[in-house]
């Protein structure tokens, strides 16, 4: 099956996948790598209009629920395309988008 996302993805033009990807790494447990879940992900996120999500303790390394969240973009060259920003995730309890 797959997933319409409708112009998303995530900012694979600067360093910033690389630390969505490590977080991810280190948080989650789970035998599926990281750009296999990229699509699902996003889909979520477009589908609900959110620029979250939450990964709950049964699957994080520290049993403790996390999210991680996003800024989206709009591409100025086309506006049908955006891209989600990595802000970073919940380890500092305060931690909002900005």
């Known amino acids: 099956m797959t997933l319409n996302i ?5 900012d694979y ?5 690389e630390k969505l990807t490590k977080d991810f790494i280190d948080y989650i447990v789970t ?3 990281f750009f296999a879940l990229q699509n ?5 996120m477009e589908k609900r209009n959110i620029t979250k ?5 049964s ?7 996390h999210i991680f969240y996003f800024q989206v973009i ?13 802000l970073g995730m919940d ?4 931690l909002t988008p900005k």
């Open 74 to 86: 709009a591409v100025k060259e086309n506006k049908k395309l955006r891209t989600y920003h990595y």
């Open 31 to 33: 035998d599926v790598p």
């Open 53 to 57: 999500f939450r990964i709950p303790g």
């Open 13 to 17: 033009r600067t360093e910033n996948i």
């Open 6 to 10: 409708n112009g998303a993805e995530f």
């Open 59 to 65: 699957m994080t390394s520290d049993k403790q629920d």
């Open 91 to 94: 380890l500092k309890k305060n």
């Open 40 to 44: 699902e992900l996003l889909y979520l």
